[in-house]
């Protein structure tokens, strides 16, 4: 079956929206203990693999990440999700969200549009839904697409560049200055992952503020 991406995807030549290096950091000191909590949910199986797929596709459908949309979409239709579900996550569609899996799409969602700081009443919501666990496997597969969204936006630039395509509003500076500085620091912030996990720091950063305030 052949991959069909959603056009306003694969003819993109504008960003959705971009992130600073220090977001880049911020979002990688979670990595360590996102991919363990993803690596044991894949020995446990307590969340469905299809599920977390069609979070991260959530995630990256907010974020507008070109190479990340089109590498988990391969990922999803190897794993048995048809291309018409793909497109509509994709696409920000809502026509094969399961009910019973609504609330944790709607909260990655809000996850991507808070740039990763989501408020602490949107989490607490979904761990009364799935549970405290299952939460944290929800959680933890948005972690991980920020992550990988923030750096394939601009390497999804930087490529489109190279094909002529340039995208509006960047600059050949901008992309390999994310795309470099975001190697060089990565080792730094997943040493400050692990540091955190050894004294105890959640995984985890809530926005405990309320709508009205």
Not at 95 to 117: C, L, P, T, W
Not at 128 to 146: H, N, P
Request: one cysteine or more.
């Amino acid at each position: 079956m052949n991959l069909t991406l959603p056009k306003s995807i694969s003819s993109r030549i504008e960003y959705k929206r971009t992130f600073s290096l220090w977001e880049m950091y911020r979002a990688v000191v979670f990595v360590p203990r996102a991919m363990s909590k993803l690596i044991g949910n894949k020995k446990s199986k307590l969340v469905d693999k299809n599920f977390v797929k069609r979070l991260q596709l959530a995630v990256t459908e907010v974020n507008g990440c070109v190479m990340c949309s089109y590498g988990h979409a391969k990922m999803a239709l190897r794993q048995g999700m048809s291309n018409e579900e793909i497109s509509s996550l994709l696409s920000g569609g809502d026509s094969f969200i399961r009910n019973e899996e609504a609330k944790a799409i709607m909260f990655v969602q809000h996850f991507s549009d808070s740039r990763g700081y989501p408020k602490k009443y949107a989490y607490n919501s979904i761990v009364k839904e799935y549970g405290e666990k299952e939460a944290g496997i929800i959680l933890s597969a948005a972690q991980m697409m920020i992550t990988g969204n923030m750096y394939g936006i601009p390497l999804s630039a930087f490529q489109s560049r190279l094909k002529g395509k340039p995208y509006k509003d960047s600059s050949l500076f901008y992309e390999l200055g994310i795309i470099i500085a975001g190697i060089l620091c990565l080792p730094i912030a997943i040493v400050h992952g692990f540091l955190r996990g050894l004294i105890g720091l959640p995984n985890e950063r809530l926005d405990k503020s309320t709508d009205d305030e």
